[in-house]
């Protein structure tokens, strides 16, 4: 079992920056795959990015690579989302999400979500 919580949501002007983190509890963080979903109003949960057990394998969707960054650090059982240069359609609640398997983008495989943060990018 892995219980996540986030923080670190906001309002942030276009071009600014805001780092989220991910609380986690539990005795199998350090072996989980971890990730980053988001969704934006009126829309599905769109995979934003993941990262290993070990944080040496990264992936992220496209629009998001070069911008946001994900890193962990198991001795704090936490995950961070590093994100830079936002956007207006970056505005979205991200939740924080794992697994015990393989880096995944699809939503239905990941197995605990947190209660997500808000993060809304003003012009």
């Known amino acids: 079992q892995v219980q996540l919580v986030e923080s670190g949501g906001g309002l942030v002007q276009a071009g600014g920056s805001l780092r989220l983190s991910c609380a986690a509890s539990g005795r199998a963080f350090t072996s989980s795959t971890m990730g980053w979903f988001r969704q934006a109003p009126g829309k599905g949960r769109e995979f934003v990015a993941a990262i290993n057990w070990s944080g040496g394998t990264t992936d992220y969707a496209a629009s998001m690579k070069g911008r946001f960054t994900v890193s962990r650090d198991n001795a704090k059982n936490a995950v961070y989302l590093q994100m830079n240069n936002l956007k207006l359609e970056d505005t979205a609640v991200y939740f924080c999400?794992?697994?015990?398997?393989?880096?995944?983008?699809?939503?239905?495989?990941?197995?605990?979500w947190g209660q997500g943060t808000q993060v809304t990018v003003s012009s």
């Open positions: 999400v794992a697994r015990s398997g393989l880096l995944s983008r699809n939503e239905a495989l990941w197995d605990y």
